[in-house]
């Protein structure tokens, strides 16, 4: 995959860093220690199976309640890799709602949490984070990847508005590329050059969001529209305020979406390189992701009084050609 921007060299690099330092711990545990690291290895299957069912269900009924296109999208995976992405999903919901919704310091909780997110063994009381463990560690994903979506959330207690997209693609890195990469290595894939598509899917995903979200962000004080492109189109804070469609706010959510789906496109070569019991979940999230796009044009771009999504039926008769793309885009392996 050819990188054309500067911020894509950059995410790559932090992809690598969290490889490297994942592959480095394990290669010194297997040096110094093996039997160590066979059992730091077993931690995940230490608990009880009624915590573990227990744990998997409840990230199973969170996915269900805060995503349903999500919780679709997952449900089209094998059993275990099901409840693993699942359990992912928990443990980034759980990481986002500190930041938007904890009362009191949320610095140390999100702190507090990061430790529990990352233990091998987490207490069993802490379901989300029980789930999260087990399936981290089945799967080997390397913890950096969730500790980097940690950081990536901790950055809306101190930030709120974003100059240029490289400064907003490195935030939609940490919410959303590192949760594509992690699913990589629940769903399997071929190799490192899987790893620019994630990055740039994720980098789409958490634009679309974006883009739906303008007036509930504007509400909560946060803008994440780059202001150098605001400027362009000749718009300001001010015309968030006022919440008002107008020429200039169709051309500059034109050019959004342009590029939006640009993104898409860029990454859907990358479907090929995951397993190919993974391709439909994914491809699935993407295109469904999309229709928000095509919901956001057939309001007239108004992103300011209600907010753009696909109905379930709409998303169910989506389906099928997803499905039927999802092969296509495995159709060249052996």
């Known amino acids: 995959m050819q990188l054309e921007h500067a911020w894509e060299h950059s995410l790559l690099d932090l992809a690598y860093e969290a490889l490297h330092r994942h592959d480095e711990g394990r290669h010194d545990e297997r040096r110094h220690d093996e039997r160590r690291h066979d059992e730091r290895q077993a931690h995940a299957a230490d608990y009880d199976g009624e915590v573990l069912s227990a744990a998997y269900a409840y990230c199973d009924r969170m996915t269900a309640v805060n995503s349903r296109s999500f919780h679709l999208a997952s449900g089209l995976l094998p059993g275990h890799q099901r409840e693993a992405?699942?359990?992912?999903?928990?443990?980034?919901?759980?990481?986002?709602?500190?930041?938007?919704?904890?009362?009191?310091?949320?610095?140390?909780?999100?702190?507090?949490?990061?430790?529990l997110a990352t233990a091998n063994h987490p207490p069993s009381d802490q379901l989300v984070a029980v789930a999260w463990a087990h399936a981290r560690q089945r799967y080997a994903v390397p913890s950096r990847y969730a500790e980097q979506l940690?950081?990536?959330?901790?950055?809306?207690?101190?930030?709120?508005?974003?100059?240029?997209?490289?400064?907003?693609?490195?935030?939609?890195?940490?919410?959303?590329?590192?949760?594509?990469?992690?699913?990589?290595?629940?769903?399997?894939?071929?190799?490192?050059?899987?790893?620019?598509?994630?990055?740039?899917?994720?980098?789409?995903?958490?634009?679309?969001?974006?883009?739906?979200?303008?007036?509930?962000?504007?509400?909560?004080?946060?803008?994440?529209?780059?202001?150098?492109?605001?400027?362009?189109?000749?718009?300001?804070?001010?015309?968030?305020?006022?919440?008002?469609?107008?020429?200039?706010?169709?051309?500059?959510?034109?050019?959004?979406?342009?590029?939006?789906?640009?993104?898409?496109?860029?990454?859907?070569?990358?479907?090929?390189?995951?397993?190919?019991?993974?391709?439909f979940a994914i491809n699935a999230a993407a295109e469904l992701y999309q229709g928000i796009l095509d919901a956001i044009e057939r309001a007239d771009y108004d992103v300011f009084s209600h907010r753009a999504y696909v109905g379930t039926w709409s998303k169910l008769r989506m389906l099928p050609g997803i499905w039927w793309r999802s092969r296509r885009h495995g159709s060249g392996e052996n």
Not at 97 to 106: E, K, L, M, S, T
Not at 180 to 198: T, V
Not at 200 to 220: F, P, S, Y
Request: glycine share 10%.
């Open 85 to 115: 992405v699942r359990a992912l999903y928990a443990f980034c919901r759980v990481s986002d709602d500190i930041v938007d919704r904890a009362a009191g310091n949320r610095c140390v909780q999100l702190e507090e949490w990061r430790r």
């Open 150 to 279: 940690i950081d990536g959330v901790a950055r809306d207690l101190g930030q709120s508005r974003y100059q240029t997209f490289d400064e907003l693609a490195s935030y939609c890195y940490g919410v959303a590329s590192t949760v594509g990469l992690m699913s990589m290595h629940i769903i399997g894939f071929a190799g490192n050059e899987a790893i620019p598509y994630a990055i740039k899917l994720g980098v789409a995903l958490q634009m679309t969001n974006i883009l739906r979200d303008v007036g509930e962000d504007w509400r909560a004080g946060r803008i994440y529209l780059p202001q150098t492109e605001l400027a362009e189109y000749g718009l300001d804070e001010g015309d968030l305020a006022i919440g008002e469609v107008t020429g200039r706010w169709r051309a500059f959510m034109r050019f959004q979406i342009d590029r939006n789906r640009r993104l898409y496109a860029e990454s859907l070569p990358g479907i090929a390189l995951l397993h190919k019991d993974g391709r």
